[in-house]
Nanobody
Framework: EVQLVESGGGLVQPGGSLVLSCAAS????????MNWVRQAPGKGLEWVST????????DYADSVKGRFTISRDNAKNTLYLQMNNLKPEDTAVYYC?????????????????WGQGTRVTVSS
């Protein structure tokens, strides 16, 4: 059974930091492009970041570039999102998702496995 389990969300003040984790099981994690997607309250899904299977290539939405860092540990089957200088507009449920191909893509409709999400609230 495929599982993606996010953790690390919570309440943080503006300017603060959080690290999100996504533990994967049930598929060959090291062969998949992995992604972070978020959904702010009352809004649709927004692509945040993506990383290739080897971890050498990444891509970021303009809204998080320079503040967020995606990484992965294939030995631990875990995806990470380091989030620094958080802003209230970063408040959302954050999902990790896998993509069944080797190239980076922002097309969230093509992602095949999704986690249940972890909530991040940025507020003073």
């Amino acid at each position: 059974e495929v599982q993606l389990v996010e953790s690390g969300g919570g309440l943080v003040q503006p300017g603060g930091s959080l690290v999100l984790s996504c533990a994967a099981s049930g598929f060959t994690f090291s062969s998949y492009v992995m992604n972070w997607v978020r959904q702010a309250p009352g809004k649709g899904l927004e692509w945040v970041s993506t990383i290739n299977p080897g971890g050498s290539t990444t891509d970021y939405a303009d809204s998080v570039k320079g503040r967020f860092t995606i990484s992965r540990d294939n030995a631990k089957n875990t995806l990470y999102l380091q989030m620094n200088n958080l802003k209230p507009e970063d408040t959302a449920v954050y999902y990790c998702a896998s993509a069944p191909y080797n190239s980076l893509s922002r097309a969230i409709g093509t992602y095949n496995y999704w986690g249940q999400g972890t909530r991040v609230t940025v507020s003073s």
